[in-house]
């Protein structure tokens, strides 16, 4: 049974930062894509990042360009997000997912795990 449990969240301060991780079991994920999403309460579910199985090509949204990284350890079956210089709006649950067949399309999802950035 694939599991994809997230880490990380938590309060933290508008200009801070949290590093979220997703470590993923049930089995190995060495050659799928990995991304982020975020859902804010009232709005959609809606892409953050995402990185493809080698780690040498990812995408970001315009809204996270520059303050946000992911990368992926692949020993580990895990991937993670960076999040710096963090914003009010930014506020949201973090879900992390696995793309079977690319950066397009994702077959697993996580359960997600809170942000929150006061003001």
């Known amino acids: 049974q694939v599991q994809l449990v997230e880490s990380g969240g938590g309060l933290v301060q508008a200009g801070g930062s949290l590093r979220l991780s997703c470590a993923a079991s049930?089995?190995?994920?060495?050659?799928?894509?990995m991304g982020w999403f975020r859902q804010a309460p009232g709005k959609e579910r809606e892409f953050v990042a995402a990185i493809d199985w080698s780690g040498s090509n990812t995408r970001s949204a315009e809204s996270v360009k520059g303050r946000f990284t992911i990368s992926r350890d692949n020993a580990k079956n895990a991937v993670y997000l960076q999040l710096n210089n963090l914003r009010p709006e930014d506020t949201a649950v973090y879900y992390c997912?696995?793309?079977?067949?690319?950066?397009?399309?994702?077959?697993?999802w996580g359960q997600g795990t809170q942000v929150t950035v006061s003001s």
């Open positions: 997912a696995v793309g079977l067949h690319g950066l397009a399309r994702y077959d697993y």
């Open positions: 049930g089995r190995t994920f060495s050659s799928a894509a």
